[in-house]
């Protein structure tokens, strides 16, 4: 079967796999970032002992947020343009007589 033959000679199974693991790792950054800024944590910075009240979440940090999330989106560019050129190497390897 020809999906076997792909998932066995090339690493585009693993590489959907990460493409999926990125996205879910997106969609988490994107959630912790939107939470803060709901009420009544906002934007804030923790607190100078590094505690937080009791029975709150410590404060999300948006800066590093947005540095993990960026992180983020290279890796799924980058494993993306890997995943392409899985496919376009074996399609010229198929299409080769």
């Known amino acids: 079967m020809p999906i076997d033959f792909v998932g066995r000679t ?4 693993q590489l959907k796999a990460s493409l ?5 790792r ?4 994107a959630d912790r970032v939107s939470r803060a800024s709901l009420p009544p944590q906002g934007f804030s910075l923790p607190a100078a002992d590094g505690k937080s009240p009791a ?3 410590a404060p999300i940090d948006v800066e ?3 540095v993990n999330l960026a992180d983020e989106q290279l890796r799924y560019a980058t494993t993306a343009k890997l ?11 198929l299409q080769s007589k």
């Open 83 to 93: 995943l392409q050129k899985t496919y376009a190497g074996l399609h010229e390897s």
């Open 64 to 66: 590093t947020e947005m």
């Open 55 to 57: 029975g709150q979440e």
């Open 26 to 29: 997106t969609r988490t950054i």
């Open 20 to 24: 999926d693991a990125s996205a879910q």
């Open 10 to 13: 090339t690493l585009a199974s």
